[in-house]
């Protein structure tokens, strides 16, 4: 046998470890291609940058406000949870829950960008809830495409976003089947049964806008049934100064006329009711979500699962709240005030349009916000302290940030907010927040863990 003698082990050794380092790099390219896990992912502003496109086009939508836009929250969240699932060893498709809703499969050989995916599922239903602003909806896609394409393969690139979208699609098309929801934003006022007499919803001072959105009850829920929109019957109406419910508007009167600089910071802070000038209060809680993703540094797959959730139940809470709304038709304070306590009473913001045109009971500021603080408590924790800067550096309104030590304050807070600023009764906020508490707990309760 011919032996062949190793002139120059050295020339061996780096031509060994060459091999190796290229070996190596290759490696690197397809970590950075894509990861099998969401939660490898630290950066987490494809959701953060979408729940900022939301703030932003909202603000326009006077038809959005508050319902139809968490829809939107709803079917968005679900579609981003379910098309990363896979990416998520710990947790499970919750698709079987809603009888209808057909997805695609993923290959298992397909390479995803979970960012990409993301991010393309994100333009679709944007693009199909407000298709008057691709421009901005265009800005934040291409933005996102930009920086997650980088030494992307075009194979994986293009996985991913036909990934995204089809599973979005798919979502968006589940929607149609909700005859209630469905575009509602095109027809806010439909007729109802009107509960008429002493101390039941009429138009309100100055423009007496007819009630929006009483249909809204009565649309699909994510984690909630009908038992559990149920909440307890308001006070009884009566106009004995001496009674409970008389007492509740003077309370709401007093803090009206004699409110201190604290009370009127309060109730600009988590006012969000005028259009064009803030995001709704729905929208205030993904405001909300983005600063908690940024100040806590959690990975993607905690902001994708935090903000599944919270559409979720912003959804639930707006049926929930709204089938309530329009099934005891309470009356607002400055119509009850007005008649019976002072005639010339106006709320703090009446001239910009502050009393929203549905009935009080139960307060869609509480139902929102505890939904919300249920969902970010479960998965932030009790103690997560947090700064709340939405408005910061407006001028319009007290805008100064403000401090919480958990969530439920931030809760009851917005919750008691609508007392200074006059809109509603106390009972309105106490039964809201008991029941967005309930419909938080529920979507906590659905079985996305393994």
Partial sequence: MKRFKIANPIGVVILLFLTFAISSCRKDEKQIETTNKVSDITQTDVITSWNSTLEVIEQAYGAYRPCPVTTLGGYLG???????????????????NYPGLILPKLDNNQQINWPLAINASSAYMFGKFFPNDLQKINATENQLYAKYSQGISSEVINASVNWGKSVSEAVYNYSKSDLVTFEGHLNLTPAYNVIQGDGYWIPTFPDYSPGKFPQWGKGRTFAISAADKIIPAPIPYSTNPKSKYYAQALETYNFVISGTEEDKWIAEFWSDDIGGLTFSPPVRWFAIATQVYNNSNCNLEKALI???????????????????????????????????????????????????????????????????????????????????????????????????PSFYKMAEETAISRLPLGVHFRMDADSGLDLGYRVGRKVNALPFGK
């Avoid at 896979?86 to 919750?94: K, L, T």
């Avoid at 509480?366 to 009790?382: D, K, N, S």
């Fill in 78 to 96: 679900l579609a981003n949870y379910e098309l990363c699932v896979q990416g998520m060893p710990d947790y499970r498709s919750i698709a079987d």
């Fill in 306 to 404: 935090t903000n599944a959730k919270i559409g979720l139940a912003l959804s639930d809470a707006a049926v929930a709240c709204w089938d309530n709304k329009y099934k005891y038709q309470v009356e607002r304070p400055i119509t009850y005030i007005r008649k019976n306590i002072d005639q010339n009473w106006i709320t703090f913001l009446t001239k910009d349009g502050a009393t929203p045109n549905f009935p009080a009971y139960p307060s869609g500021h509480a139902t929102f916000g505890a939904a919300a603080a249920e969902v970010l408590t479960y998965e932030f924790g009790h103690d997560f302290a947090m700064t709340d800067r939405c408005h910061e550096g407006r001028t319009e309104f007290r805008s100064t940030p403000r401090a919480f």
